[in-house]
Every structure is written in structure tokens, then in C-alpha cells.
């Protein structure tokens, strides 16, 4: 495919990366997105590069939670009553693939790819100048309640079985590895390989900026379709326009179903929606990024102040927030830190793109084989953006990837 016309669809971290690598092989590339780069989910998120995450959110027993998840609006994994009949398809295959030897198989195959995930961020960034932008702290998972860390143990032993690098901290030395906390923290785990950038949202707009400046077309439209010839899509149908193209990537995020299903594959794909609150001043500042582990979020220290993000709703593209979720972050990030200034807090709800085994799609199409999907990133679309964009850009080129992409791939369902 080198030296064509590919127009990617989305401008989220996925396509805008996926962009950038198809331009350093020499394509020309067009992105269409109806938003700006980043509004969409990668406007919010935790901004962690989470090496660590080979772990499914489908684990063995989650079949027993889902009544919890129908109780309780608030928990940190929960489903909307009122869209349970559309989602039932999706959670039987969550349910599914929560099986011991299927998550076995999961983690190595997400582990192969999260293995690759910094260099690829640090190679993007460098290339639009934001090298600054990439922080190697690791980060800390923390827990304050004995039950919580005892069943993270069969976490650590999987991430042990998949090489993670972590050291468990003893009680006495958690205050001193992170200073910010209340001291109310019995257990927690370092995890060196973990990074975050500084702003994901500017990263998102800084790589874009940097397409453009390379000579790269971003043209603020909603995809409609495609017309097709006998080998696949001849042009992309966006607005009134129709744009000529040799080839397309769709990395639409969430909202790529539609776009898969009319290039010939059908993805299960849902949204796990999730919420973030942002203090531009909150008085506190850890020196890392951490995660709960009671009460699963993440809290990072972001250039614009600091994030609180994370929890799982269920409950598709179309109904509104229920920000109550939002502020249950806040109360547990108030006993996190003691008093924090909230002046100024935004609070903000996203679409992770979400496949039931937590296994993006990242393939070339079977179809049609000028066409490419890049989607289904869920927790870790930040994470593994920049490395999909290089695995896209080595499949358009015919180059070896240099990982088994059979798990990603987009029939396999
Ligand atoms: C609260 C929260 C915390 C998170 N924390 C982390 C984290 O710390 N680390 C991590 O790795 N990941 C994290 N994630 C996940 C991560 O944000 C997502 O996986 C990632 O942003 C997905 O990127 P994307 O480019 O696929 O999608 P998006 O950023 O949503 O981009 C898709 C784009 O496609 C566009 N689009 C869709 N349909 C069309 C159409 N028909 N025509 C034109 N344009 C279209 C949309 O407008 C959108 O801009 C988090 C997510 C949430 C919600």
C-alpha cells in the first residue's frame, strides 16, 4: 500500500498515531474526524502508559458480580437497568471469555503488545518535539483494605507469569515512596514500567499538529459510508463530499461498529463508560500516577491539575452521565488526600471502545484487503495508540509486525 492515499477515520490517539506512521512510510494520508483531534475519549483518560495491564476486565467469577453491577449505579463496575436488553449480546461474551485458560491466553497476547507500547509513545513524541511530555515514574497501586489486596493477589501472580516487573512495598514505606497520601494505606505495589504523559489530550492535538505540519489533511466531518468497488473502498462518504482513497483505516473508537459492519466485519463492540474529575489546584499533588485498587480508578498528576478517572458503567453511546459517578471519585479521592481546593473542577464522562475479552482489533481486513481496523482499545487506548499505529502501518507496507496479531484480529469473532 505504500506511497497511496489512505484516509484514516477518527482523530482520537489511535487514528492520529495511526496517521503519523502511515505518513513516515511516505503515504499520503487524509483523517477525517467530526470533532477536533482528541475530543473524543482520548480527551479524558487517566494519561497513564499502563505496561503493567495484561489483565482482561473479564476475570474468573465476574459472572458472580453482574447482579452487584445491575444494584449498584455507583460501584465501580455498574450497568444502566434501561440498557441491559441491548447489551445482553455483549456481556454473555464478557461473561464468556472470563474463563481461566481464555485469560491466560488474553494476557499474553495483550502483553506482547504492551511491551512495545513506550517506545512507540516515546518515538511519536519525539518526531512533534513533546519528548518532555512522556514522564517514567512507574506508578503505585494502593489499598487500604486487607480483603482488597488478597484478592489482587492472583493479579500479581498473572502479571508475574507475563514477566511485569513490581515490588511489593511493606506498610511503613508507602508514605515515604509517595509523601501526598493520608496514612490509612496497608498495602501497595510498584510498578516501574509504567509511564504517563503530561497532558493527553495536548499530546493528542501536538501529534496532530505535527501531521499537518508534515502535510497532512484533517478534514472535520462525520463518515457516512463508502462506495465500493469489486476490491473494497473506492471513496469515503463524509458530510457532501466524497474523498478518493486507495485504502482505509477505521479507528473510529467507540463508534466503529457501524463503519466495520459496512466494510464486512461484525465486531462486538460496546462501550465501558467511565468518568474522570479534574482539580486545576487541589493543594496536593502525588509524585506518580497510583491506582486504588479498593475502589479501581486511577489519580494522576497531570500538567493541568489532578485527575481522578476511572470506574466501568455500562450503558452505550446515547444516554446521558450520571455524574453522582463523578463525585463518588471525589469522595474516595478526599480520604486519599485529606482536603483538596476544588475550585475549578471539571467533571467529565467518556466511551472506551470495548471488545468482551479486552483484545482491541488491530488487523488488516479479510473482505477487503485495503482496509484496516484499528479499535476496540478499552482501558488501554492510551497505551497502546502509538504502538497500533506502527503495527497498522507495518501490515499497510507488508512489513512483519514482530507480534502474533492472530488474537487482534478483526474475524475472529
Ligand atoms: C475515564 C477513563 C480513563 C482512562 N484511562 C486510561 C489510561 O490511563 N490509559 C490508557 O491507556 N487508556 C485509558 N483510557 C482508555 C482510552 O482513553 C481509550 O481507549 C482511547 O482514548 C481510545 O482512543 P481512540 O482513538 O480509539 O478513540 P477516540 O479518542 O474516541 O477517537 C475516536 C474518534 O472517532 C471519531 N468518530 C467516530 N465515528 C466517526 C464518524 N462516523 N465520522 C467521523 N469521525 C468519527 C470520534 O469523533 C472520535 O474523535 C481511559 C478511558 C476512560 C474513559
Keep these: 500500500m505504500s506511497k497511496r492515499h489512505v484516509v484514516v477515520i477518527g482523530a482520537g490517539i489511535?487514528?492520529?498515531?495511526?496517521a503519523l506512521y502511515l505518513q513516515k512510510d511516505g503515504n499520503q494520508v487524509t483523517v477525517v474526524d467530526r470533532v477536533d483531534p482528541g475530543?473524543?475519549?482520548?480527551?479524558?483518560?487517566?494519561?497513564?502508559?499502563?505496561?503493567?495491564?495484561c489483565i482482561p476486565v473479564a476475570t474468573p467469577g465476574i459472572v458472580w458480580d453482574v447482579p452487584k453491577m445491575l444494584m449498584d449505579p455507583l460501584g465501580p463496575l455498574a450497568i444502566r437497568w434501561s440498557y441491559l436488553p441491548k447489551l445482553a449480546p455483549w456481556l454473555l461474551r464478557?461473561?464468556?471469555s472470563s474463563g481461566a485458560a481464555k485469560v491466560e491466553q488474553t494476557s499474553i497476547a495483550l502483553r506482547a503488545a504492551l511491551v512495545q507500547a513506550l517506545p512507540a509513545h516515546k518515538e511519536l513524541a519525539a518526531l512533534a518535539g513533546q519528548a518532555l511530555m512522556i514522564k517514567e515514574t512507574g506508578w503505585l497501586g494502593i489499598f487500604e483494605k486487607d480483603e482488597k489486596f488478597a484478592s489482587y493477589q492472583s493479579d500479581l501472580e498473572l502479571q508475574k507469569r507475563r514477566g511485569v516487573d513490581f515490588k511489593v512495598l511493606k506498610q511503613e514505606e508507602i508514605r515515604q515512596f509517595e509523601p501526598s497520601l493520608q496514612?490509612?494505606?496497608?498495602?501497595?505495589?510498584y510498578y516501574p514500567?509504567?509511564?504517563?504523559?503530561?497532558?493527553?489530550?495536548?499530546?493528542?492535538?501536538?501529534?496532530?499538529?505535527?501531521?499537518?505540519?508534515?502535510?497532512?489533511?484533517?478534514?472535520k466531518s462525520e463518515v457516512q459510508g463508502f462506495e465500493l468497488g469489486p476490491d473494497g473502498p473506492t471513496h469515503v462518504r463524509a458530510g457532501g463530499d466524497k474523498i478518493a482513497c486507495d485504502a482505509v483505516v477505521v479507528a473510529a473508537g467507540a463508534w466503529s461498529k457501524k463503519l466495520a459492519k459496512m466494510l464486512g466485519h461484525n465486531v462486538p463492540l460496546e462501550t465501558e463508560r467511565g468518568y474522570h474529575v479534574t482539580l486545576p489546584n487541589p493543594g496536593k499533588m502525588p509524585r506518580m500516577p497510583l491506582y486504588s485498587g479498593d475502589h479501581s480508578f486511577a489519580i494522576t498528576p497531570l500538567e493541568i491539575g489532578l485527575r481522578f478517572a476511572g470506574t466501568v458503567e455500562l450503558g452505550g453511546l446515547d444516554l446521558p452521565p450520571n455524574y453522582a459517578r463523578a463525585e463518588k471519585l471525589m469522595i474516595h479521592?478526599?480520604?486519599?488526600?485529606?482536603?483538596?481546593?476544588?475550585?475549578?473542577?471539571?467533571?467529565?464522562?467518556?466511551?472506551?471502545?470495548?471488545?468482551?475479552?479486552?483484545?482491541p482489533v488491530i488487523s488488516q481486513g479479510v473482505r477487503f484487503r485495503n482496509t484496516y481496523f484499528a479499535f476496540g482499545h478499552g482501558h488501554i487506548g492510551l497505551t497502546l495508540g502509538p504502538v497500533t499505529?506502527?503495527?497498522?502501518?507495518?501490515?499497510?507496507?507488508?512489513?512483519?509486525?514482530?507480534?502474533?496479531?492472530?488474537?487482534?484480529?478483526v474475524d475472529r469473532f
Design 39 to 53: 475530543e473524543g475519549t482520548s480527551k479524558g483518560n487517566a494519561s497513564v502508559i499502563a505496561a503493567e495491564s
Design 333 to 359: 479521592g478526599r480520604r486519599m488526600f485529606g482536603e483538596l481546593n476544588e475550585d475549578g473542577r471539571s467533571d467529565w464522562m467518556g466511551h472506551r471502545p470495548s471488545i468482551p475479552d479486552s483484545v
Design 193 to 219: 514500567e509504567n509511564a504517563y504523559v503530561t497532558d493527553n489530550f495536548a499530546l493528542v492535538q501536538r501529534l496532530a499538529a505535527q501531521f499537518t505540519a508534515n502535510g497532512g489533511r484533517i478534514v
Design 94 to 96: 464478557f461473561v464468556a
Design 14 to 18: 489511535v487514528g492520529i498515531s495511526t
Design 183 to 189: 496514612p490509612i494505606y496497608k498495602h501497595a505495589v
Design 389 to 409: 499505529g506502527r503495527i497498522i502501518a507495518d501490515l499497510a507496507a507488508g512489513r512483519d509486525p514482530g507480534l502474533d496479531l492472530r488474537p487482534f484480529r
